[in-house]
């Protein structure tokens, strides 16, 4: 049973142009998310979050969306860089279940010069 | 700062084998949570250690054991090795079990033959 779920596997997109990865999770309890980037030999490094109080985060180029009654969230990456290409990852953490995450199984992100 | 680390890099076993796995969490972390990824699919989580002691738990069977020591470090042993058991095992540190970041080491590249 999967409770987080990244639906494309990859992804290409054209530098400056904008990346949308999407996550779709189906446990009610999950309150906070997570979107980790993942380079080859390296172990998945943070990237942005979003409290389930909010619908929306900026960081930078990153922006994380939340819709709670679709289960739904998506990341937005303007402008795409090619050294944004990495497998990025979808995570989520229940409510008092102190930080163990549930992880989508990825999407890999081409972003062409 | 040394971020976390895992030792080995690469391990090769052969069914019915037992393994350990090592893990040294960043500096100022005390919590060590073990994550499995298998080909093609997001980091599944194992189990963590907070103060030398099993805190929580995934859905995985007993042959994975682990340990953590005084300095914080960790082991994670996997038991009766299956096929099934070949995939990249991360170590991921934060401080404490509350709502912390968590930062993941590079893994370990598991193969059982």
């Known amino acids: 049973d999967q409770q987080v779920k990244q639906n494309s596997p990859s992804l290409s997109v054209q530098e400056g142009r904008i990346s949308i990865l999407n996550c779709d999770y189906t446990?009610?309890?999950?309150?906070?998310f997570l979107w980790y980037k993942k380079y080859p030999a390296e172990g998945p490094t943070f990237l942005i979050s979003i409290s389930s109080i909010k619908d929306k985060n900026e960081d930078g180029r990153f922006t994380v969306f939340l819709n709670k009654s679709a289960k739904h969230l998506s990341l937005h990456i303007v402008p795409s860089q090619p050294g944004d290409s990495a497998v990025y990852f979808c995570?989520?953490?229940?409510?008092?279940?102190?930080?163990?995450?549930?992880f989508g199984g990825g999407t890999r992100l081409m972003v062409k010069p | 700062d040394a971020g976390v680390t895992q030792s080995p890099t690469h391990l090769i076993k052969t069914r019915g084998q037992q393994v350990t796995l090592r893990c040294s969490p960043k500096s100022g972390h005390d919590t060590v949570s073990w994550y499995q990824q298998a080909l093609g699919q997001g980091p599944q989580f194992i189990f963590q250690?907070?103060?030398?002691?099993?805190?929580q738990r995934g859905n995985f069977p007993d042959r994975f054991s682990g340990h953590q020591f005084p300095n914080y470090s960790s082991e994670l042993n996997v038991n009766a090795l299956l096929l099934g058991d070949s995939a990249l095992y991360l170590c991921a540190s934060s401080y404490s079990t509350a709502y912390n970041e968590q930062f993941f080491g590079p893994g370990t590249r598991l193969t059982v033959l």
């Open positions: 995570a989520a953490r229940p409510n008092n279940a102190g930080n163990m995450l549930t």
């Open positions: 446990n009610s309890m999950f309150d906070y």
């Open positions: 250690y907070y103060e030398e002691e099993e805190r």
